[in-house]
């Protein structure tokens, strides 16, 4: 029996020749969209009309996370949201949980593409304003300090986006670097980090994310919305909280926008 390091190895390599032939010729037919909190999910499951798991769930029995699917023109949309966490009650963000959904979604329902569709913090530096929706360029951390040689890229973890210039374009969004840490505020050794990555907003999921759909293949294309400026007056978690509802808005049409144009297109024609 080959060792179960080589096992992984060659059920990676399986999923991802699945996936090589996606973008020639074959319109992309399953969507999956990955978001950390109810309050940005609800939106796009009554918009689409999405129906939640009850009964039988694709996931591991315990694990809180919810999936909402359905079909909407051409395409199957599965929403997954990581639910709420059994101890504090609240909604189960950052990285860990990203990192463990994303497994398991693409393992459950083997997506044609990923959206990772959330909210985040901007830099008026950058020129981010409350309610900017964006697209993201490339993804990095900025929690994952190792002052190690090669370590140290490791912990950076820098990675670009699918590329998709026909749907920027039509859709004439703002395009950036995202920043992804597990915290919502900003220490001198976040910023610092965040600064050199060259981040016009930070959230706290979306490298994550990146980090697992590439494991597979799988493209994944980020759309974030802007709730706070990070380099602002206002305390970061008051803004949050005063904007997520408006915000949310904007950011639920711009993913709507992003469906109707992925509809009946292949990934390269995106």
Known sequence: MAPPEEIVGEAVEEFA?????????????????????????LPLVTKFRLSEDTTES????GVPWIRYHGIY?????????????????VDSVGTISASLVTYASIQALKPDLIINAGTAGGFKAKG????????????????????????DLYGIGTRQTFSTPNLVKE???KF?????????????????????????IKDMEGAAVAYVADLFSVPVIFV?????????????????????????????????QVIDFINGKCLSDL
């Open 73 to 89: 023109k051409n395409l199957e949309i599965n929403l997954v949201w990581p639910g709420k966490d059994a101890v504090f009650g």
């Open 171 to 173: 859709l004439n969004l």
């Open 17 to 41: 020749a699945e996936k090589s032939d996606a973008g020639v010729g074959v319109p992309i037919s399953n969507i999956l969209i990955i978001i950390a909190m109810q309050t940005e999910a």
């Open 128 to 151: 981010a304003c409350i309610g900017d929706v964006y697209f993201v360029s490339d993804v990095s951390f900025h929690d994952r300090r190792i002052p190690i040689p090669v370590f």
């Open 176 to 200: 950036g670097k995202l920043s992804t840490g597990d915290s919502l505020d900003m220490s001198p050794q976040d910023e610092a980090s965040i600064l050199a990555n060259g981040a016009t």
């Open 58 to 61: 694709p996931f591991p029995k």
């Open 224 to 256: 974030k919305a802007v709730t706070d400026i990070v380099d602002g007056e206002k305390p970061t978690a008051e803004e949050f909280l005063q904007n997520l509802v408006a915000v949310t808005a904007a950011l639920d049409q711009a993913v709507s």
